[in-house]
């Protein structure tokens, strides 16, 4: 195919099938678009996956939401310190900062991406309560030592699990090792459902207390309010929020969620091709993964060193995009930005590692979706880039 006829890459697209179609006319054809049977199904589903009760898990609109709802469930004191990772969305610190509390940074470990252990006991002081560990691009966070820091500690832990519904540390799944896990599923995430999220609950009080938060603080939902037993009155028992997932989006969810694993497998291959095809580049490739644990294969990110490969990240952006291939940046460090250089001062040289991951971070297209023909064009344009960068 001749490159300026071939159709636009997108960054991680979802894969889309015909039983999510059908799903989701067959939620709008029920007249029950909110909350309802719906998002019940599929918070039972993803208890199943997870192998949790369905009692701990309750269904938003947004991982963001699950990160806020779950620190307010906590009952953190206000202006209690966070520890997480400056190598993250910004999400993750916002949630934070509406939950009343201050966010801390610590570095990560150069070669995993996630949060170091030991910088996360550098960055204790009197006031830190929680820990907020983010599993990026898939790869567990070393949650051994987290864990270990937590109880010596006393503090809670609120996994961002954003990027890893399929990983395991360990023989675990990720989001069962702290009082709570935060999933997404946006729609470049491993399982899509548009916008939502899901919040996994060690304490059936914690995740009780969540829920209702996440609607207004309302006793009962839409669902329970006016189902075929008739309307029910309810009481708003907490200043809550509205943040509850609707039927449409589990209905796509739901379908999503039963192909996880096939769609894993996809992922990993194309993860492993990428590793394979560019291992003689002048890249900075991602770390295997290790033995006792199970990667997410979300992100597939590599690091454009100008001294290494005769071009700097920006501009490998554009030449990508000049080949019609879409590519995102996970992430410019958190303190790059400046609303927080601007309130709390961070600079990110204080941070060295995430500074420059995230100078030098590209992550390319890496989706089930993806043919292998696809595959071959993203590597093609990839090592066209390098090969002109070096001839330079």
Not at 46 to 67: D, E, I, Q, R, W
Not at 284 to 311: A, M, S
Request: proline share 6%; net charge negative.
């Amino acid at each position: 195919m001749n490159p300026n006829e071939a159709p636009f890459l997108v960054f991680g697209a979802p894969l889309i099938g015909e039983e999510e179609i059908l799903e989701v006319e067959q939620c709008l054809r029920s007249g029950w678009l909110g909350t309802g049977p719906r998002v019940a199904r599929f918070e039972q589903d993803f208890a199943a996956y997870k192998g949790v009760a369905a009692p701990h898990v309750a269904a938003v609109n947004s991982c963001t939401a699950a990160l806020h709802v779950s620190m307010v469930a906590a009952g953190l004191d206000p202006g209690a310190e966070v520890i997480t990772t400056p190598l993250t969305f910004c999400a993750t610190v916002n949630a934070i900062i509406h939950a009343g509390l201050t966010p801390v940074l610590a570095d990560v470990d150069p070669n995993t991406q996630c949060i170091s252990p030991a910088a996360i006991e550098a960055a204790i002081t009197p006031r830190t309560q929680a820990i907020l560990p983010v599993h990026f691009a898939g790869r567990p966070c070393d949650m051994a030592s987290i864990m270990d820091i937590a109880v010596k500690h006393k503090l809670l832990v609120i996994e961002d699990c954003a990027h890893a519904v399929e990983s395991k540390y360990r023989g675990q799944p990720v989001g069962t090792f702290g009082d709570f896990g935060c999933f997404s599923f946006y729609a470049t995430k491993n399982v899509v459902t548009g916008e939502g999220g899901m919040i996994l609950g060690r304490s059936e009080a914690h995740i009780a207390r969540a829920k209702v938060l996440a609607l207004h603080g309302m006793s009962k939902d839409a669902w329970h309010r006016f189902g075929d037993q008739g309307y029910k009155h309810y009481q708003v028992v907490e200043c809550g929020f509205k943040y509850n997932m609707m039927d449409m989006q589990a209905a796509i969810g739901i379908h999503q969620l039963a192909r996880v694993e096939q769609n894993w497998l996809r992922r990993r291959d194309i993860w492993q091709r990428y590793q394979d095809e560019f291992a003689p580049a002048p890249l900075h490739l991602p770390t295997e993964p290790t033995d006792d644990t199970r990667h997410g294969f979300h992100l597939y990110t590599v690091g454009v060193e100008t001294q290494r490969t005769g071009i700097e990240r920006d501009a490998f952006l554009d030449q990508m995009n000049r080949r019609k291939i879409g590519t995102g940046v996970h992430y410019l460090s958190v303190a790059e930005h400046p609303y927080y250089q601007h309130r709390f001062g961070w600079q990110p040289e204080h941070w060295p590692n995430a500074m420059r991951l995230g100078r030098e971070t590209v992550s390319l297209p890496l989706s089930a979706l993806l043919s292998d023909s696809d595959v071959t064009r993203v590597i093609a344009a990839v090592s066209d880039i390098l090969a002109n960068a070096a001839a330079e």
